[in-house]
């Protein structure tokens, strides 16, 4: 054996015990106390927006989100094939109906095209997922939500740090939505966040995630709310990884380039594509291989060897809560599945750990009748 490889592990170390410490010394160790509105201010200054609102999960702020915007029974709501099931579910929970959008091949992300043809009287709004952390193409999905008077939520969860155009991902729409699980770019051990630039929605979100307190002093409630809450320790936690997102983020992009280097002449290998604009954050390192029986193939060899990778999430269309949904398909969500890996993406690993990954997918590819 090698060494031990991450795929996605958190990146956890002494600054990020020292804030949970102390938060936990101060005694505020739920949802109130002064990390969560520190780590709010900091991310809205780190996304150069207006205000962000901090919740339990990235799946709660997408559904605070899309209650917030008043999507509801009867709407349509545009979500891509290729994503993890969390950017669907809230469109259920507030009652609207998912439509599926094909992805493009070269960048797995949104197809425009497709989303013009997905779109009636009832569509309310578009929520393009950057997936892997690769964003999306910005400019031609607000220009179709512009024509067509739609709402535009970003599923940010998996790019934090991540640009188009020279702006960050998740402040190019309406509202921005993220994620701070733990396999994500930087944790709070499981958070997210609602990110935008008007106030006064993001106040009335902030308002409705405390159970829609009226007033801290007081228990009286004006409306119905969610305890949607971040804690100060998760807050606390986040602090520190965000003092370390440069870092963490700048690794990642290595690995990313690292592996574009070593693998460049496996003429049988693509990567994920960004657009012309667009800098990834590399959440996670995409390929596609040759066809699915390589891809399993692929796998297996590099799980002896002691290398994690994962599949490519399977299409929305394949799981029983989304069978029967309206889908614009050109058979490309099913064609990434098939034969698309997310190869190690963790910090905890080195750049040595990408050459000795990227030795064995070598030695795998020259093997036989493979291309290399
Ligand atoms: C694309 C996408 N959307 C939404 C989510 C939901 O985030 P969370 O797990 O924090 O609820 C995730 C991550 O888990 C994700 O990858």
Redesign the pocket.
């Known amino acids: 054996m090698y060494k031990e490889i991450y795929l996605d592990a958190p990146n956890i170390g002494e600054l990020e015990k020292l804030y949970l410490n102390k938060a936990i010394d101060s005694g505020y160790i739920s949802s109130v106390g002064p990390s969560v509105p520190e780590f709010e201010e900091k991310c809205a200054d780190y996304l150069q927006i207006k205000k962000s609102v901090s919740t339990n999960?990235?799946?709660?702020?997408?559904h605070i989100a899309l209650y917030d915007l008043g999507i509801g029974t009867g709407d349509e709501v545009i979500v891509p094939a290729l994503?993890?099931i969390?950017?669907a579910n809230p469109v259920i929970y507030v009652g609207a109906t998912p439509v599926l959008v094909d992805v493009d091949t070269r960048t797995w992300d949104i197809y425009p095209v497709a989303i013009e043809k997905a779109v009636t009287e009832k569509t309310k709004a578009i929520i393009p997922?950057?997936?892997y952390g690769n964003p999306c193409d910005m400019n031609e999905i607000n220009r179709i939500a512009k024509k067509y008077n739609l709402y535009v939520i970003e599923?940010a969860?998996?790019s934090l740090g991540a640009k188009y155009g020279g702006k960050f991902t998740g402040t190019l729409g309406d509202l921005g939505?993220f994620?701070?699980?733990g396999?994500?770019t930087i944790t709070t051990g499981?958070?997210?966040m609602v990110a935008g630039n008007d106030e006064q929605r993001l106040d009335h979100i902030k308002f409705l995630i405390n159970q829609a307190r009226d007033n801290p002093g007081e228990i009286y409630h004006s409306e119905i709310g969610f305890n949607y809450r971040m804690t100060n320790l998760q807050a606390a936690i986040g602090l520190a990884q965000f003092e370390r997102l440069e870092e963490l983020l700048a690794k990642k992009r290595a690995f990313n380039s690292a592996y574009k280097e070593e693998l460049k002449d496996l003429k049988t290998v693509r990567f994920q594509k960004e657009y012309e604009t667009a800098e990834s954050s590399s959440w996670f390192t995409g390929i596609i291989a040759e066809d699915a029986t390589i891809r399993s193939d692929l796998q297996k060899r590099l799980k002896e060897r002691g290398i994690p990778t994962r599949r490519v999430?399977r299409p929305l269309n394949e799981f029983p809560p989304y069978r029967n949904c309206r889908f614009i398909d050109h058979g490309n969500s099913h064609y990434i599945y098939e034969r698309g890996i997310c190869l190690p993406g963790s910090t905890l690993n080195e750049i040595e750990d990408v050459n000795y990954i990227c030795k064995t997918l070598k030695e795998f590819y020259c093997e036989g009748s493979f291309v290399c």
């Open positions: 999960s990235g799946t709660s702020a997408l994503t993890f969390a950017t997922v950057h997936l599923d969860a998996e939505c994620s701070f699980n396999n994500k499981g958070g997210g999430f």
